[in-house]
Nanobody, 121 residues
Framework: QVQLVESGGGLVQPGGSLRLSCAAS????????MAWYRQAPGKQRELVAT???????NYADSVKGRFTLSRGNAKNTVNLQMNSLKPEDTAVYYC???????????????WGQGTQVTVSS
């Protein structure tokens, strides 16, 4: 019984900023990694950014220097700070996490429901 809840999506003008948050809850023993994906209409889902248990981060070339993925102050949360947003960033953004549950002896991957980000004037 693990779930991911996303928040922070919405409409923003080009050049503006948004912060997406993802909170994992349930019977969690540990989180190995968390990531954000996005999918625009008519396009394949793409990996945006990842953060691993040691705090290491990686970013897609298209967002490098503009987006920052970090651990949140609340337990089992991450934040994706998105600056200098472009219309091409418009997509549904999905939180992804590899989690070991208290009631399983192996990790598995969970997905959030997705949150819409629209960059338009």
């Amino acid at each position: 019984q693990v779930q991911l809840v996303e928040s922070g999506g919405g409409l923003v003008q080009p050049g503006g900023s948004l912060r997406l948050s993802c909170a994992a809850s349930g019977s969690i023993l540990s989180i190995n990694a968390m990531a954000w994906y996005r999918q625009a209409p008519g396009k394949q889902r793409e990996l945006v950014a990842t953060i691993t248990s040691d705090g290491s981060t990686n970013y897609a070339d298209s967002v490098k220097g503009r987006f920052t993925l970090s651990r949140g102050n609340a337990k089992n949360t991450v934040n994706l700070q998105m600056n200098s947003l472009k219309p091409e960033d418009t997509a549904v953004y999905y939180c992804n996490a590899n989690i070991r549950s208290l009631y399983q002896d192996y990790p598995r991957t969970y997905w959030g429901q997705g949150t819409q980000v629209t960059v338009s004037s």
